[in-house]
């Protein structure tokens, strides 16, 4: 069974008079126990597609249909509620608060929603990151590593349909990285979950079922 489907996504920027052109015509399906890896060059439109797909950052052209729901098509709260219960984005760059803490950041999204079983998941999820001993840090106190870590448990809090993670081991090392990877992936077979993953790593990407390359604004 489908739970999102990309129809034709094509997306520009425009910057001081000059277009971009990034994501050309991307068109997309994601069952739901289905991985799928993302790979191309520095540059290529990667994170722009997560953000469309996320509900982030509406396209130019095409829709983006999540469970029969064209999600721009919409009101404000139907994508608000998309991208909070729905959705667990792992981001590049990780957007953590800054005056939160470990504890507090990786709760957070659970508290938007009042979900009941939050705490009892936060502790699961960082015994499972190996974050106990920092739970009372602030983002500036971590490791870059640390950050991708308390981003990747934040993600799975609200135990999302479907996690878009960009770039989610870029800052870990091999060890680590596989301890994430394969919980991550357990976590896909044991609850139903899908996965939509960008990498630069052939070795992160062999963990997916389907492998793309985004070549000139298409998937390959
Ligand atoms: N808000 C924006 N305004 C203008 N141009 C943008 C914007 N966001 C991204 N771009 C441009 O779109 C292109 C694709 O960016 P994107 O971040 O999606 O690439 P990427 O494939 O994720 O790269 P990387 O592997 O380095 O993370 C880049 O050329 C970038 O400069
Ligand atoms: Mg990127």
């Not at 991307?26 to 439109?45: Q, Y």
């Not at 130019?60 to 721009?72: D, L, T």
């Not at 950041?105 to 979900?115: A, Y």
């Amino acid at each position: 069974m489908s739970l999102l489907i990309a129809k034709n996504i094509n997306k520009k920027f425009f910057l001081h008079d000059k277009t971009i052109d990034v994501l050309e015509d991307i068109s997309l399906s994601v069952n739901v126990e289905e991985s799928i890896a993302i790979m191309g060059k520095s540059g290529s439109g990667k994170s722009s597609l997560l953000h469309i797909l996320g509900g982030l950052d509406k396209p130019c052209k095409g829709e983006v249909i999540f469970k029969k729901n064209s999600i721009y098509n919409q009101n404000k709260k139907y994508l608000s509620n998309y991208r909070n219960n729905q959705i667990g984005f792992i981001f590049q760059s990780y957007h953590l608060l800054p005056d939160l803490t470990v504890y507090e950041n990786i709760i957070l999204p659970s508290s938007i929603l009042n979900n009941r079983n939050a705490k009892s998941t936060v502790s699961e999820l960082i015994d499972i990151m190996d974050l106990g001993c920092r739970i009372n840090h602030k983002p500036h106190e971590l490791s870059g590593g640390e950050k991708q870590r308390v981003a990747i448990a934040r993600s799975l809090v609200n135990s999302p349909a479907l996690i878009l993670a960009d770039e989610p081991t870029g800052n870990l090392d091999e060890d680590t990285s596989k301890h994430v990877l394969n919980y991550l992936f357990q976590a896909i077979h044991n609850f139903s979950k899908s996965i939509i993953l960008v990498t630069h790593s052939k070795y992160v990407a062999n963990y997916c079922n389907k492998k793309y390359d985004l070549i000139n604004g298409i998937l390959v």
